[in-house]
């Protein structure tokens, strides 16, 4: 079974429609991530999160919401999606460095979505 | 924010070394620089990672300067196999809080035979 997983792995919307994406990983790591990648533009940070009680925005988090229901447990949320929003997005985690605060991201196999 | 500067694309042939520089000026003071490989429809995985001088592993060698702005991921006698998308990450020195991960744009490497 995979460390990270996501779900759903693909789905198809229409503008407008709530959408979650969930992703929970059994590695243990306080530290989960929310990516967003498009072509060209490789690898945005949407939110990311230290632990249940402390999440923080990234790069690109307008329309977008977040919940962490868990250590375990990591959700992004677009509440009212539209097609810029079409888009592969990746959950991460990662747990901080023997002496330096990063360490290494792992990452779910993706979330693709469509919003018509 | 960090502004994180790769080559958008390199070619190269079967056997031969291939160095990729990032820059990353606004790199968080505490945090490793990190670099990962991405093949189509997988999620990034981790490469290689360094705080200064030279760090080198089994599949790849990392060189980042005392001033930290830049670093060089080098991959030793390619295969085809190393056609993948490269990415740096770095913490962003802008935010409150350490931890924040910022990624390049990538550099799609082609390796020919």
């Known amino acids: 079974d995979a460390d990270v997983t996501q779900t759903p792995r693909n789905r198809i919307t229409k503008t407008g429609k709530r959408i979650m994406l969930e992703c929970s990983q059994t590695k243990g790591h306080d530290r989960m991530y929310w990516y967003r990648q498009d072509p060209g533009l490789g690898l945005r940070l949407i939110y990311y999160?230290?632990?249940?009680?402390?999440?923080n925005k990234g790069e690109i988090s307008d329309g977008y919401s977040v919940s962490r229901q868990a250590q375990a447990k990591f959700s992004l949320s677009l509440e009212s999606a539209i097609p810029n929003q079409t888009a592969l997005y990746f959950c991460?985690?990662?747990?901080?460095?023997?002496?330096?605060?990063?360490?290494?991201?792992?990452f779910g196999e993706g979330s693709r979505l469509t919003v018509l | 924010l960090a502004k994180i500067t790769q080559p958008i694309s390199m070619d190269s042939y079967e056997g031969q070394e291939v160095n990729i520089t990032c820059s990353h000026n606004n790199i968080a003071t505490n945090d490793y620089i990190t670099w990962y490989q991405q093949f189509p429809s997988q999620g990034p995985r981790f490469i290689i990672q360094?705080?200064?001088t030279k760090v080198t592993n089994e599949v790849a060698s990392l060189f980042i300067p005392a001033d930290r702005k830049s670093s060089t991921l080098s991959l030793p006698r390619v295969s085809l196999s190393d056609t993948a998308v490269y990415y740096c990450l770095v913490g962003d020195a802008g935010s409150s809080n350490t931890g924040k991960l910022i990624f390049g744009q990538g550099t799609t490497l082609q390796v020919k035979p």
């Open positions: 999160s230290f632990d249940v009680k402390d999440i």
């Open positions: 991460a985690t990662s747990s901080p460095g023997r002496d330096r605060n990063t360490g290494e991201l792992f």
């Open positions: 360094g705080y200064k």
